[in-house]
C-alpha cells in the first residue's frame, strides 16, 4: 500500500512525498513476480512489456498524475523547475526512455556479433571481458535502459534525478544485478589526472553497454535520426551546460554538487568518447562510431516524424 512506502527526507522537502509513493507503489504492483525483481528469473522481452506498461500508468500526463505532479504547498522550502508538458512529445523524455530500452537490446548483440575470440585474447582483462560480454542477456540489458531515467518521472534535475531514480528502483524492489549497471555520473567527473579508460574498463561491460545505448538512443533535436559522436561537440556540450546552469538552483544538494563540477563533465566528454571507442576495438576490433552507426539504422523506425510544421507556423 503507498501509505508503507518510507520517502526520503529530501523527497519530501521538495514536495514530491505523494509522487514518489505513486510511483513505487505502481513500479511494485506492476512488476510483482516478474523477472524484473526476481533475480533467479530470466528477464524477458515480456518484462519488457511490463516496463512499457508501468510507463503508461505513472505518465506525469495521465490525469490523476498531473494532479499529484503540480501539487504545491508553502512548506515546501526547495525549489523544483521541472516541466512535464513535452513528456510524450516527439524528442521528448518518454521516448528517450523507449528508445534507450530498445537501442540497450541492440547494442548488446551488435557488439557479442563482433566479438574477438576468447582463446586469441592478449591479456587477462580483454578475455575476461568478452566472456562476460558473451554471456549478457540482452532483455536484460534492455530492462536496464529502459529503467535508468526513471528519476525523470519525479524530476528532471540533473544528476538528482539519478539519485531520486535509484531510490524510486530500489524501493520498487527491481532487483540489484540491473540496478548496478545503471549510468552512474561518477565517471563523468574522473579527475583530469586520472585515466578515463581505465575507469571505464573497471566497469561491468553490460553497463558500458548501457551508456553506449543511453548516449545514442536520443533523437538529435530537429531531425529524424539519433545522435552521432559528432554531435557532441565541445560547443553543444558547452551550451548545453550553460542552458542547465542559466536555470534557477532547486536548493537540492546534489543539484548543488552537479553545478560546482558541470565544467568538468563537460571537459571529460572528450576523452569518455576516446575510452568508449577504446573499448569497443578491444572487445571486437571495430570502433564506437561502427556500433553507433549500426544502432542508428536500427532506430530509424522507431523515430516518429517531426510534425510538418506549416509556412504559417
Known amino acids: 500500500m503507498i501509505g508503507e512506502i518510507r520517502v526520503p527526507h529530501t523527497i519530501e522537502r521538495l514536495g514530491k512525498e505523494a509522487r514518489y509513493k505513486q510511483i513505487v507503489s505502481t513500479l511494485k504492483e506492476t512488476f510483482h513476480e516478474s523477472g524484473l525483481v526476481r533475480s533467479f528469473l530470466l528477464i524477458t522481452e515480456h518484462d519488457l512489456g511490463k516496463i512499457s506498461l508501468a510507463f503508461n500508468l505513472i505518465s506525469p500526463l495521465r490525469t490523476e498524475s498531473r494532479d499529484i505532479v503540480t501539487q504545491r504547498g508553502e512548506h515546501y522550502v526547495l525549489y523544483d523547475p521541472s516541466t512535464f508538458d513535452n513528456w510524450e512529445d516527439v524528442g521528448g523524455p518518454q521516448e528517450h526512455m523507449d528508445l534507450v530500452m530498445k537501442g540497450a537490446g541492440i547494442v548488446t548483440r551488435l557488439i557479442q556479433e563482433h566479438?574477438?575470440?576468447?582463446?586469441?585474447?592478449?591479456?587477462?582483462?580483454?578475455?575476461?571481458?568478452?566472456?562476460?560480454?558473451?554471456?549478457?542477456?540482452?532483455?536484460?540489458?534492455?530492462?536496464?535502459?529502459?529503467?535508468?531515467?526513471i528519476g525523470r518521472e519525479l524530476t528532471h534535475i540533473f544528476y538528482s534525478n539519478d539519485l531520486m531514480g535509484g531510490s524510486i528502483l530500489n524501493k520498487a524492489g527491481v532487483r540489484k544485478d540491473v540496478q548496478r549497471v545503471e549510468p552512474d555520473e561518477r565517471v563523468m567527473q574522473v579527475p583530469e589526472d586520472q585515466d578515463m579508460y581505465e575507469a571505464i574498463k573497471k566497469l561491468p561491460p553490460e553497463a558500458v553497454i548501457i551508456r553506449i545505448a543511453d548516449e545514442f538512443s536520443k533523437r538529435a533535436p530537429g531531425t529524424n535520426r539519433t545522435l552521432q559522436l559528432e554531435d557532441f561537440s565541445p560547443v553543444a556540450q558547452e551550451?548545453?551546460?550553460?542552458?542547465?546552469?542559466?536555470?534557477?538552483?532547486?536548493?537540492?544538494?546534489?543539484?548543488?554538487?552537479?553545478?560546482?563540477?558541470?565544467?568538468?563533465?563537460?571537459?571529460?566528454?572528450?576523452?569518455?568518447?576516446?575510452?568508449?571507442?577504446?573499448?569497443?576495438?578491444?572487445?571486437?576490433?571495430?570502433?564506437?562510431?561502427?556500433?553507433?552507426?549500426?544502432?542508428?539504422?536500427?532506430?530509424?523506425?522507431?523515430?516518429?516524424?517531426?510534425?510538418?510544421?506549416?509556412?504559417?507556423?
Open 115 to 149: 566479438l574477438k575470440p576468447e582463446e586469441g585474447a592478449e591479456n587477462q582483462w580483454q578475455e575476461k571481458t568478452i566472456h562476460e560480454i558473451k554471456q549478457i542477456n540482452p532483455y536484460h540489458a534492455a530492462a536496464a535502459g529502459g529503467l535508468h531515467d
Open 239 to 313: 551550451a548545453w551546460g550553460k542552458r542547465y546552469t542559466d536555470r534557477p538552483s532547486s536548493g537540492l544538494a546534489s543539484d548543488n554538487w552537479f553545478r560546482r563540477h558541470i565544467i568538468r563533465h563537460n571537459e571529460n566528454a572528450p576523452r569518455y568518447f576516446e575510452a568508449l571507442d577504446k573499448w569497443c576495438r578491444e572487445a571486437t576490433g571495430k570502433p564506437l562510431e561502427y556500433f553507433v552507426r549500426r544502432l542508428s539504422v536500427s532506430l530509424v523506425e522507431f523515430l516518429p516524424p517531426l510534425p510538418i510544421r506549416s509556412n504559417q507556423d
